[in-house]
């Protein structure tokens, strides 16, 4: 058994991640309708091109986001904390798609812990795909650090949940038995020794967060 101090000493070392909660409404899809719109009328992006005219499926109400530092000095991203998926992602400021155009980007060259690999990193999900490069830099997500981690750098972006959504990338946060290219997970690179994380979806969406480590089961 535990005692109280050691019960007491688990509680206070977990780590509390906000998230938040994104409703995708319909004043949202226009925006971003009218943003496509205009790159049309501006001849950047020809109306026959992949998402110029695409059909929208809902995701209203099922958006939380969670930050996400890369880099040295730190840059920091609100990302999709994913179970389904296992590589962290985030669009890199090379890319010239659409929906990097109003999101915020990834500079390498801004950080020193940065180092380029440059092998491919592509990946299809349900609603779309993205593709780029892979790199090398320190992330941190809440009070779990990883160096040197393998994540990917997007250039090119294709799905309509891309241009509605406000995230910048995602935190793939299930097995490292289906990550992508062999790349290790974020749970499995970082420092903590205790490799559990835990959701709490409150119905006020401003209390939900993650745990990591999940110390609230010991509880």
Not at 13 to 35: C, G, M
Not at 129 to 153: I, L, R, W
Not at 155 to 173: E, Q
Request: proline letters at 4%.
């Amino acid at each position: 058994k535990l005692s109280a101090a050691s019960l007491l000493l688990l509680a206070t070392s977990a780590e509390k991640i906000p998230l938040v909660k994104r409703n995708l409404t319909v004043e949202h899809y226009l925006a971003s309708k009218d943003i496509l719109e205009t790159q049309v009328a501006n001849g950047y992006l020809s109306a026959s091109d992949n998402g110029a005219h695409v059909h929208l499926k809902d995701y209203m109400n099922t958006q939380y986001f969670a930050p996400v530092s890369i880099g040295t000095p730190a840059q920091t991203f609100p990302v999709v904390p994913d179970t389904g998926s296992s590589n962290v992602w985030v669009y890199s400021s090379k890319c010239q798609d659409i929906p990097c155009t109003y999101h915020k980007l990834f500079d390498g060259s801004a950080s020193s812990t940065y180092k380029k690999d440059g092998t491919k990193f592509e990946l299809h999900y349900g609603s779309g795909g993205v593709s780029g490069y892979q790199s090398y830099d320190t992330v941190k997500f809440g009070g779990a650090e990883a160096e040197k981690f393998h994540f990917g750098e997007i250039l090119n972006v294709d799905g309509v949940a891309f241009y509605a959504s406000d995230m910048c990338g995602i935190l793939g946060l299930a097995y490292n038995t289906i990550s992508m290219y062999g790349m290790p997970t974020f749970v499995d690179a970082d420092t903590n020794a205790d490799k559990s994380f835990a959701f709490y979806l409150h119905s006020n969406p401003e209390e939900s967060y993650i745990t990591m480590p999940d110390r609230k089961s010991v509880l």
